[in-house]
């Protein structure tokens, strides 16, 4: 059983096109991350919300905690936005471990 | 600051021998956490660090496994003795808290043989 589950597993797209990573889970979270990990291998965290939607350039990311979901969009793909795509949650009521998806792989090509 | 350092960042160790990671987060931020990444399983948080106190070791896979935070500048994670399912590529991040964004390390790429 995964706690947490992402959609599609595997995505490509041509430049330009609008992207969506779906994320949802089934335990209760304070917050959710997106990490993206990039083909050399390094991590970095795109965002961190427990509420609404955050924007940061083309990149946007919601949250319904009701529906237990949570959608990253790119805008105007480029290829600089290939990379792996994770959603992490650390469990409210469970202690203190972290739960992750297995990653989203984006392809955007020229 | 120069973000979260990690060393080495490549180890070969035969079956059997010592590894020590080595992780400095930024200056400042009170929460550390160890993960381990590998084809199979993905990212696994491993042990996390608040004001250099282990709060939750339960990822940690056995007692090969431990980690240490003597100060707020300086961490470790030692595998004795290593196994080749030891092999992984094991990051390092630090945050102002468990629910703050984290800060990643580059990453120490472990092979076991």
């Known amino acids: 059983k995964n706690e947490v589950e992402q959609s599609p597993q595997n995505l490509t797209a041509q430049e330009g096109e609008f992207i969506t990573i779906n994320c949802s889970y089934s335990?209760?979270?304070?917050?959710l991350h997106w990490l993206q990990q990039h083909p050399g291998g390094g991590i970095v965290s795109l965002f961190m919300?427990?509420?609404g939607k955050k924007k940061h350039g083309r990149l946007i990311a919601t949250i319904n905690i009701q529906e237990k979901h949570s959608s990253l969009h790119i805008t105007a793909s480029h290829p600089r936005d290939s990379a792996v795509y994770i959603c992490a949650v650390p469990p409210a009521n469970t202690g203190n471990q972290f739960y992750f998806g297995t990653g989203t792989s984006l392809t955007v090509i020229p | 600051d120069a973000g979260v350092i990690q060393s080495p960042r490549h180890e070969v160790t035969e079956m059997g021998q010592e590894v020590t990671l080595r992780c400095k987060p930024i200056s400042g931020h009170n929460s550390l956490f160890w993960y381990r990444q590998t084809m199979m399983r993905g990212l696994e948080l491993l042990i996390y660090f608040n004001n250099n106190v282990p709060i939750d070791d339960s990822g940690m896979p056995e007692d090969r496994f431990s980690a240490k935070m003597p100060n707020a500048s300086f961490s470790t994670l030692k595998i004795q003795p290593s196994e080749p399912r030891d092999s992984a590529v094991y990051f390092c991040?630090?945050?102002?808290?468990?629910?703050?964004?984290?800060?990643f390390g580059p990453g120490t790429r472990l092979t076991v043989t």
């Open positions: 919300l427990s509420s």
């Open positions: 335990v209760g979270i304070s917050a």
């Open positions: 991040a630090s945050s102002s808290g468990r629910l703050y964004e984290q800060y």
